[in-house]
Nanobody
Framework: QVQLVESGGGLVQAGGSLRLSCAAS????????MGWFRQAPGKEREFVAA????????YYADSVKGRFTISRDNAKNAMYLQMNSLKPEDTAVYYC??????????????????WGQGSQVTVSS
């Protein structure tokens, strides 16, 4: 059974940092693009970042570019999101996901086949 589990969320003051982790089990995702999405209350789930299978290419939403860094460790079947200079508008539930559709963009949530349960990130002002 495939399972993605996020961890590392919490409450932080504006300007602070958090590091999210995503641990995958049930199968190996070393050959797949993986990504992070987030969903704030009353808003749609939005793309945050994605990383190619070999970690050579990374993609970011404009809103997080320069502040967030995505990385992965295929040997551990894990992915990470380092979040720096956090802002109150970064408050959301963060989800990790595995991309499975070659015909859909990495920023399109419809292209992701597997999702974690989410980790709450709250940034206070």
């Amino acid at each position: 059974q495939v399972q993605l589990v996020e961890s590392g969320g919490g409450l932080v003051q504006a300007g602070g940092s958090l590091r999210l982790s995503c641990a995958a089990s049930g199968r190996t995702f070393g050959g797949y693009v993986m990504g992070w999405f987030r969903q704030a209350p009353g808003k749609e789930r939005e793309f945050v970042a994605a990383i190619s299978w070999n970690a050579i290419s990374t993609y970011y939403a404009d809103s997080v570019k320069g502040r967030f860094t995505i990385s992965r460790d295929n040997a551990k079947n894990a992915m990470y999101l380092q979040m720096n200079s956090l802002k109150p508008e970064d408050t959301a539930v963060y989800y990790c996901a595995v991309h499975g559709s070659p015909f859909r963009s990495y920023s399109d949530r419809g292209g992701y086949d597997y999702w974690g349960q989410g980790s709450q990130v709250t940034v206070s002002s």
